[in-house]
């Protein structure tokens, strides 16, 4: 199994990104993905959760309202739109299934600094 993700990079606050994250090495339209994100000093926090048919997303409280997560299950890939990024966005996001029970990809770099 594969997570590649992309998509980071640098913004001011308040800026978008969009991140991606291709899989491959399992069924990907059966299986629930999430997004992870890690900060310094902390630990790695669930960000978002799709369910395999994309219809049912969950979010952590501190992203809710500015961060939209999706899937595109034809092309094994889960996305997540990043809208009025803060500070407290800073941090290496990573995809996996639920519980990040698969190895970890080498996540994607996000700053969010002015």
């Known amino acids: 199994v594969q997570f590649v993700e992309s998509g980071g990079g640098w913004v001011q606050p308040g800026g978008s990104l969009r991140l991606s994250c291709v899989v491959s090495g399992l069924t990907f339209d059966s299986t629930v993905i999430t997004w992870y994100r890690q900060t310094p000093g902390k630990e790695r926090e669930l960000v978002a959760a799709?369910?395999?048919?994309?219809?049912?997303?969950k979010y952590a409280a501190s992203v809710e309202d500015r961060f939209t997560m999706f899937r595109d299950n034809p092309k094994n890939t889960a996305y997540l739109q990043m809208n009025s990024l803060k500070l407290e966005d800073t941090g290496v996001y990573y995809c996996?299934?639920?519980?990040?029970?698969?190895?970890w990809g080498q996540g994607t770099q996000v700053t969010v600094s002015s």
């Open positions: 799709v369910t395999a048919s994309g219809q049912s997303i």
């Open positions: 996996n299934v639920f519980g990040g029970l698969l190895p």
